[in-house]
């Protein structure tokens, strides 16, 4: 049931339309005769349809119904005008230009005018309809722009979130959509690419859009990345490649990701390629120093013997010689053959022959200083932590590139450091071993009596300076920014790596000092090491061999692994002591087992089956008072077990190979710390 608005102002035509509504329908009727009245009645709400007369006094049906439509509040009723059959045509056109839902022309029919109002009626039901799932919808996409609005702010929320999170990484990221333009670049990357703020990948920029790289030249970062992206897209597998750039090595590479995406992961490995050619190159002088450590030791062994039995040869040597010169001509008796030894002869025979053997110790005494010289340098492991004579490190490199620079140039040496340094002297060693290399290479081969090099030491204060100066044809400025760089050398393939002053400045440094670099062109080059003094000890005078002197007899014991090298040792000893010898440490465990009345034992510290240093602990746990008269004789200890052990107090030690009168010394030192000790 709807509510109709009669807007007529003659009584007889609005009871004819009551009477034709009320006969055939149930609608409410409510009735006007004015046009404000029913205007003002419509705004209140409540009407359904309005059906006015066109030629009602003061506001007509015409302009009522124009009223109505322009009317937010009743734009949407329904009007209905009731016309005379004076100019139907031009009233009807006037009317549906208004708005008009229709029009009707008395005299009224009572079905034609239900029919006409309850079509109106209809359409306004349906139009009410629309109007209300518009309204409903109108809400829904307000609400879901509400929603899309959160979402999108959340969207971006996450998108600022990945950005900084990108920024956080300091490997480079990039990510690209399905055609290769870019979503997110963060900072490590643009700082990677080198490039100035104008060449920046823009958000939405495509990576592809940079021209190709010339023929020849090297191609940026983004013409890499670029070949990078689209081979994972194409193939949709991960790709890597490894490049160079400014001098830097990187290492990228593309992931396929949701979406036909592509994420780039770019990587500086510069620093990781040099620690891990440091790695290997520390190892590799590790597997050297073991190497040579073990070479050492094994020439120790037949060196000791070698020199012990030339010891004992000079040793009887003399002793004959002296026999002969003390006896008389007519002592000299003739032979069965009826030949007469002739004295004199005999004794130039003698005289050569001790020439010789002197000779030959000192050809022993060398080969002695060269394998100790390797020793120390094989120690790259030593504790860093103990105090190391500069001039000694110096001496040992010179030795050890002798033959590199004797045909290169003259060596001059002024080395007056008095004050030792806290470093491992493997270590240093191999920073001198640099500097002077380098120093060699500098000057040109074949001209040694030109070619100068400079070793200096001294103390500066607190510190210990070391300095390596050659007058070769210098550093190039523009080179000298770079001689600490990783991998840069200007030497020529196969004598250079480029890690020799990187490393040397890197060992300089852990203990606490700096290596500098000073140049002019045409003058030389000149490599300072400053390093800080440790404690207070200071660096004797060079070590001078004792003499033999006369020793008080004792009895002793010598226990190695090498059958020839224990004849030695009573050949060499047997002339000042009781010697007695036993093969190896378990046959002296079972002789102390029965007899241990021994002044001193010297023991070899490196053996099969059972160490020196195995057969002190037991002997020390068993017979504390027979531990004590050990000397241990050793030819390199190649573990850093065994380097701990030597430097334990109160533990006598001897590096083969030595010299008798080095060996008399220390049994006699021993001897009397254990009398002094006894003492009450």
């Known amino acids: 049931m709807a509510c109709i608005l009669v807007v007529v102002d003659d009584s007889e035509n609005r009871a004819a339309v009551r009477d034709a509504i009320k006969s055939l329908s149930t609608h409410k009727l409510v009735e006007e005769s004015d046009g404000v009245a029913a205007l003002d009645l419509a705004e209140k709400g409540g009407v359904d349809l309005v059906l006015a007369r066109t030629d009602i006094q003061g506001i007509d049906g015409f302009e009522l119904c124009r009223r109505i439509h322009s009317n937010d509040k009743t734009a949407a009723i329904p009007v209905v005008l009731l016309a005379t059959a004076q100019n139907p045509v031009e009233n009807r056109l006037r009317g549906l230009d208004l708005g008009a839902a229709d029009f009707i022309v008395q005299p009224i029919e009572p079905l034609e005018l239900l029919a006409r109002v309850g079509s109106v009626l209809r359409s306004k039901a349906l139009a009410d309809e629309v109007r209300r799932h518009n309204i409903e919808l109108a809400g829904k996409v307000v609400e879901r722009t509400r929603q899309l609005e959160e979402l999108a702010g959340e969207l971006r929320a996450e998108r600022d979130a990945l950005r900084d999170t990108f920024n956080v990484i300091e490997d480079g990221l990039l990510l690209l959509d399905a055609s290769g333009h870019v979503q997110v670049e963060n900072n490590a990357l643009r700082r990677m690419r080198g490039e100035p703020d104008a060449a920046r990948l823009a958000v939405g920029e495509s990576l592809f859009s940079g021209g190709l790289v010339?023929?020849?030249?090297?191609?940026?970062m983004r013409e890499t990345l670029a070949v990078l992206a689209r081979d994972a897209a194409a193939k949709n597998a991960t790709q890597d490649r490894t490049f160079s750039l400014h001098g830097r090595?990187?290492?990228a590479r593309a992931y396929p990701a949701a979406g036909r995406r592509?994420?780039?992961?770019?990587?500086?490995?510069?620093?990781?390629?040099?620690?891990e050619v440091r790695r290997l190159q520390s190892e590799k002088l590790a597997s050297i120093g073991m190497l040579a450590a073990g070479v050492a030791h094994e020439i120790n062994n037949p060196a000791s013997f070698v020199l012990a039995n030339?010891?004992?040869?000079?040793?009887?040597?003399?002793?004959s010689d002296s026999k002969i010169s003390d006896s008389k001509p007519n002592d000299i008796k003739p032979k069965p053959d009826g030949k007469v030894v002739r004295r004199l002869g005999f004794s130039d025979i003698l005289f050569e022959a001790m020439n010789i053997v002197h000779e030959s110790k000192e050809g022993m005494a060398r080969i002695h200083r060269i394998v100790r010289d390797l020793h120390s340098f094989s120690r790259v492991d030593e504790d860093a932590t103990l105090l190391t004579d500069v001039n000694a490190a110096v001496d040992s490199s010179l030795t050890m590139l002798r033959s590199e620079l004797r045909y290169r140039a003259q060596v001059e040496r002024d080395l007056r450091a008095t004050r030792r340094v806290r470093a491992s002297a493997a270590r240093l060693g191999q920073v001198f071993l640099n500097l002077l290399m380098n120093a060699a290479h500098a000057l040109a081969a074949g001209n040694p009596k030109r070619n100068r090099l400079y070793v200096r030491s001294y103390d500066d204060g607190d510190r210990v300076v070391i300095e390596v100066e050659d007058n070769g044809p210098g550093i190039p400025?523009?080179?000298?920014?770079?001689?600490?760089?990783?991998?840069?050398t200007t030497k020529p393939p196969g004598l250079g790596t480029g890690l020799g002053l990187p490393i040397s400045r890197d060992i300089v440094t852990s203990a606490g000092g700096e290596l500098t670099a000073e140049s002019v062109p045409g003058?030389?080059?000149l490599f300072r090491v400053r390093l800080p003094a440790g404690g207070m000890g200071l660096v004797g005078p060079p070590k001078t061999l004792p003499t033999h002197k006369a020793v008080q007899r004792r009895r002793l014991l010598a226990v190695d692994d090498e059958a020839l090298l224990l004849k030695a040792y009573r050949r060499m000893l047997m002339s000042h002591h009781d010697v007695e010898t036993m093969l190896g440490a378990?046959?002296?465990?079972?002789?102390?087992?029965?007899d241990r009345a021994f002044d001193a034992v010297l023991c070899d510290l490196q053996m099969p089956e059972m160490s020196g240093s195995e057969l002190y602990e037991t002997?020390?746990?068993?017979?504390?008072?027979?531990?004590?008269?050990?000397?241990f004789i050793t030819g390199g200890a190649c573990s850093p077990e065994a380097r701990r052990f030597l430097e334990s107090p109160g533990l006598a030690c001897i590096h083969k190979p030595f010299q008798v009168a080095e060996l008399l010394e220390l049994i006699e030192s021993q001897a009397a710390g254990i009398a002094a000790a006894a003492q009450p």
């Open 214 to 220: 010339e023929s020849g030249a090297d191609p940026t």
């Open 249 to 251: 090595q990187f290492q």
């Open 262 to 275: 592509v994420l780039l992961y770019v990587r500086d490995v510069t620093e990781d390629r040099d620690r």
């Open 310 to 319: 030339l010891e004992a040869l000079a040793e009887l040597l003399q002793s």
């Open 477 to 488: 400025p523009e080179v000298m920014p770079r001689i600490f760089e990783s991998f840069f």
């Open 523 to 525: 003058r030389g080059a």
């Open 586 to 594: 378990k046959e002296a465990l079972r002789l102390f087992g029965q």
């Open 619 to 631: 002997v020390r746990q068993r017979w504390p008072e027979l531990a004590q008269r050990f000397i």
